[in-house]
């Protein structure tokens, strides 16, 4: 699929990804503006902002209060981790999912390379139809997610070292396995998310080290891996 095909998500997305990024380090029941302000602020239709608004309120990010000193208001949101672009609400132990992320952040430079060394033309083909599989699902958050994991699985798949091997798998799936939802995130965000991970393929692919050290960097800074956002360790 190409990706210059791809319609991007809508405004009312990325009006609510922008909300969303400003409201991070505020205190709960932090007044942002009325509808009306909130319109103009962001150069959008009343029923563009709103949509964004019913987003930003099923992920637990605002409130919204009638009356003189009413508006949208920040809100105490439920725990989210931040996977590369991808902020993911989490099931069970915050602390134990974040930890997770961050000992396979550490191992995933070893991988790649492991990985690299030892590949054969069907690894490389696995990794092939990973891809396709993230290009499929670039329009569907949750469902983008998951193929994303796939990838990574591909790549465990081809690490000839078994402690290696079962401990990124491992880590791999009890984040999986914790992940309850996904907070949406542009087109151009995830197609951003699949050029890291075609950089990735072609590193191992040529075998070459270093190509794999700066694909292994590409990939830990997009986004920022394993950064946790302040409030969830804290509740």
């Not at 309120?57 to 919204?64: N, R």
């Not at 696995?126 to 994991?149: K, V, Y």
């Not at 393929?201 to 302040?230: F, K, L, M, T, Y």
């Amino acid at each position: 699929m190409s990706l210059e095909l791809v319609v991007s998500r809508s405004l009312a997305a990325e009006v609510a990804d922008r909300i969303a990024r400003r409201i991070e380090g505020l205190e709960p029941h932090t007044r942002l503006g009325t509808k009306g302000e909130l319109r103009k602020q962001y150069g959008v239709a009343a029923a563009t902002l709103n949509e964004a608004l019913q987003v930003l309120q099923a992920d637990g990010l605002v409130t919204m209060k009638t009356g003189p000193n009413g508006g949208v208001f920040s809100a105490q949101p439920d725990p989210f981790l931040r996977i590369g672009q991808a902020m993911v609400k989490i099931r069970g132990d915050a602390t134990t999912v974040a930890d997770a992320i961050a000992v396979r952040e550490a191992l995933e430079p070893l991988a790649v390379l492991d990985a690299s060394q030892h590949r054969t033309q069907s690894d490389l083909e696995r990794l092939a139809q990973a891809m396709d599989g993230m290009h499929r699902t670039i329009r569907e958050d949750l469902a983008f997610a998951h193929a994303t994991w796939d990838f990574h699985r591909g790549i465990y798949a081809s690490v000839r070292n078994e402690i290696l091997k079962s401990t990124t798998l491992g880590l791999l799936e009890l984040i999986a396995n914790n992940v309850d939802s996904v907070r949406a995130k542009t087109v151009a965000q995830k197609i951003e998310r699949i050029r890291v991970h075609q950089a990735l393929v072609d590193a191992i692919e040529s075998q070459d080290p270093r190509a794999c050290a700066a694909a292994s960097v590409g990939h830990a800074n997009e986004g920022g891996h394993a950064e946790v956002i302040a409030h969830l360790l804290a509740t």
